[in-house]
């Protein structure tokens, strides 16, 4: 709780304490009137001093002004009859008592983005004259070895250099399990070092880091309004004016009509008592309030789960997805090449592999990181005499024999015979002497959350998923096939995916909203283009991110079904506050204008329905059930 709510709490506390003496001390006239003034200034000074600056600011139409002409005018009529100072009193406490709920609302829902906020790192260690220095991270440069020590945050994006350790990237990507890294990795800045000591060399400055960016983001997110807070925003600024006038007119015009047609008394108090009432029941806070607050604790409660939100907008319209578009190499599939098959001929598997490697290790191309990966720690031949035959292969002499390594066009100018079958995958054959020796198979592996977010998907009710992708039809229909896509479009261009967007953007429903999930620099103008555009954070690439309008910060497809949950049951709140508002507001107007309501039905249409209206909107941050 913050000191202003907890000033306020007590102010509340003493008013209501007050009020409950009162009932019991009998006075009356000026001394009756004096003592009830203590505790409405106690309560409302606040409330008084804004109404009157807004007057003075030429603004005078807000929930202040409201709750002030109500309470002062219920005072004066008190006075006037020697009435009941307890309404006006109590308007004003009970207000108060909304604000208050409100106030700790926003921070409840603050609190998820204040723990986000706990990732960015205070400094950076380098080492001066073998001792670890603090520093400031702005002033890392690229390229510069830190040490990062157990418990301490990761400052800054890079490779681990040296050591071996376990991250907690909870804060990132809301998941609990640990990350093991060993030197050769890459880590990203806002995880907590739990155990070993890590040398990092940095491959970003500290302000295009993972951590900044993400701060950045959720910092901004509130900049941009969804449809439905717009509308309320307006539909406040225009509806405020017209209540004031309509209790002015309901305060003037049914006297003269008395007077000057009926020819009966005026009964001024009396309609003015119903003007003040119908002034208390007319405050919009609980639109105004619920409404961003709904917004605004689904983006927290997001955010907490790895789900990074840029704007309310974002979130709105994701409610409504109907189409989902994925990028495959990197989004739907891990995008790293691994071995998952040897074929060895007239030799041994463990020659077959020897051979290839020895061939590839020096070459920086994915197949061959994945065929070295596979034979780690093992000691290969010496290579001499490489030679990179672009688009085909590589040919060496190894142990004083000709080995050739690459596709089945290499193998025929070398003189060498294969035959291929149907097989899933990059084909990599190996020759010995002009003598096959056999194919090995890589393969790009499906991540583990793609399956389960594809039935997801399906399960919500999204009717169309479709898959675009560069990569070869016999890979794409299998990995298509395997993970339950709809539809699948490949050996695409850049170029061609924007324009099969484009195509799916103008055949789908008007209501509907196509999402686009990529990770790479090629996916960033459909990404663009898209209603929403969803990237992979961890592993995703600046470009993706800067484009994309949410960021799922594990890589985890499994996520967007989470997050489109997230959505439809904020904007389901935000209609349920919208309709159970506007509902009781009316209700309560019309008995208000016929003198039906008396100002403790009108404390209940503005604060009681506030407070039911905020404390539903709080629920956005409960994501148990989702």
Request: some cysteine; proline content about 3%; aromatic content about 6%.
């Amino acid at each position: 709780m913050t000191k202003k709510q907890k000033n306020n709490l007590i102010r509340i506390i003493i008013t209501s304490v007050f009020m409950i003496l009162l009932l019991f001390i009998p006075a009356a006239g000026i001394v009756r009137f004096v003592l009830y003034l203590i505790p409405y200034i106690i309560i409302g000074y606040d409330i008084l001093i804004k109404a009157v600056k807004g007057i003075i600011n030429f603004q005078p139409f807000d929930e202040c002004f409201l709750m002030s002409i109500a309470t002062v005018g219920a005072i004066t009529i008190a006075v006037i009859t020697d009435g009941d100072y307890l309404e006006a009193v109590a308007v004003m406490l009970f207000y108060q008592i909304g604000e208050w709920f409100q106030s700790y609302a926003v921070g409840k829902s603050r609190k998820n983005i204040s723990e986000l906020m706990d990732i960015r790192p205070d400094y950076a260690n380098i080492e001066e004259n073998g001792e670890l220095v603090r520093v400031d991270p702005d002033d890392i440069e690229v390229g510069s070895i830190i040490t990062v020590l157990p418990g301490e945050k990761i400052p800054i994006d890079g490779i681990v250099v040296e050591g071996t350790s376990v991250l907690d990237t909870a804060a990132l990507t809301g998941e609990s399990i640990p990350r093991n890294v060993n030197k050769g990795d890459e880590i990203i800045s806002g995880c907590i070092n739990k155990s070993g000591m890590l040398k990092i060399e940095t491959t970003k400055e500290f302000e295009d880091s993972t951590v900044s960016k993400i701060l950045d983001l959720v910092e901004n997110a509130s900049s941009k309004k969804s449809r439905s807070e717009n509308y309320i925003s307006k539909f406040a600024s225009v509806y405020t004016p017209i209540v004031v006038f309509s209790a002015l007119a309901l305060a003037v015009i049914p006297p003269l009509i008395n007077i000057i047609i009926l020819s009966e008394p005026a009964s001024w108090f009396n309609w003015i008592y119903r003007a003040l009432t119908f002034l208390v029941i007319s405050c919009p806070c609980a639109l105004v309030i619920s409404i961003p607050l709904s917004f605004f604790a689904g983006i927290g409660g997001a955010s907490h789960e790895g789900v990074l939100i840029k704007g309310s907008n974002y979130l709105e319209r994701l409610s409504k997805a109907g189409v989902i578009v994925f990028d495959k190499t990197g989004t739907l599939t891990k995008g790293v090449f691994e071995i998952t098959e040897i074929i060895p001929q007239n030799t041994s598997e463990y020659e077959l592999i020897k051979y290839a490697a020895a061939a590839e290790q020096y070459s920086n191309h994915p197949i061959a990181q994945s065929i070295k990966k596979y034979v780690e720690n093992t000691d290969l031949p010496i290579a001499e005499n490489i030679q990179e035959v672009a688009g085909l292969g590589i040919m060496a002499n190894i142990s004083g024999r000709q080995v050739c390594v690459g596709n089945k066009k290499l193998m025929k100018n070398s003189g060498v015979e294969v035959q291929e079958n149907e097989t899933i995958g990059t084909i990599i054959h190996v020759s010995v002497d002009g003598k096959y020796y056999g194919k090995i198979i890589i393969s790009d592996t499906i991540k583990e959350g793609t399956r389960i977010a594809l039935n997801e998907l399906k399960k919500m009710g999204i009717k169309q998923t479709v898959m675009l992708t560069g990569d070869n039809k016999k890979i794409a229909d299998h990995v298509a096939s395997e993970i339950g896509i709809s539809s699948v479009y490949s050996e695409l261009l850049p170029s061609d995916k924007v324009t099969k967007t484009e195509v799916l953007l103008q055949s789908k429903q008007k209501e509907e909203t196509l999402v686009f999930v990529g990770d790479g620099v090629n996916d960033a103008p459909v990404l663009s283009i898209a209603d929403i555009g969803i990237s992979m954070g961890a592993m995703g690439s600046d470009a993706a991110i800067e484009a994309s309008d949410i960021v799922l910060m594990d890589d985890d497809p499994g996520k967007i079904p989470k997050a489109i949950k997230i959505s439809k049951k904020c904007m389901r709140i935000v209609n349920q506050n919208i309709w159970f508002s506007i509902g009781v507001k009316m209700v309560c107007l019309i008995l208000g204008a016929v003198g039906l309501a008396n100002m403790w039905i009108a404390v209940f249409a503005d604060v009681g329905v506030m407070v039911i209206a905020v404390l539903n909107a709080i629920r956005c941050l409960s994501l148990k059930k989702i």
